[in-house]
Nanobody
Framework: VQLVESGGGLVQPGGSLRLSCAAS????????MSWYRQAPGKERELVAS????????NYAESMKGRFTISRDNAKNTVYLQMNSLKPEDTTVYYC?????????WGQGTQVTVSS
């Protein structure tokens, strides 16, 4: 099983990034997918989630209107489009897959918002 995130990097405040998470080794279309983030010394927090078929999404309050989660079950990939980025969005972003009692984490991708 693998969840491989990509798309992180350095961006200026107000800029955009699109994270991708490519999944393999499990039935991707059966799993709800989420993005979490974790800053040093803080607990991991939910950013956004999407149901297995993509029909429903959920966002943390501070991300609503700026971030959009989507998925392509044909490509076994989930995305996080991040717009209007702020310095406080700087941290590591993780991909998470969950179905009943099975769950998997990606290794994370660093996002840095700085001028």
């Amino acid at each position: 099983v693998q969840l491989v995130e990509s798309g992180g990097g350095l961006v200026q405040p107000g800029g955009s990034l699109r994270l991708s998470c490519a999944a393999s080794g499990f039935t991707f279309s059966s799993y709800a997918m989420s993005w979490y983030r974790q800053a040093p010394g803080k607990e991991r927090e939910l950013v956004a989630s999407i149901t297995s078929a993509g029909g429903s999404t959920n966002y943390a309050e501070s991300m609503k209107g700026r971030f959009t989660i989507s998925r392509d079950n044909a490509k076994n990939t989930v995305y996080l489009q991040m717009n209007s980025l702020k310095p406080e969005d700087t941290t590591v972003y993780y991909c998470y897959a969950q179905h009943v009692i099975s769950y998997y984490w990606g290794q994370g991708t660093q996002v840095t918002v700085s001028s």
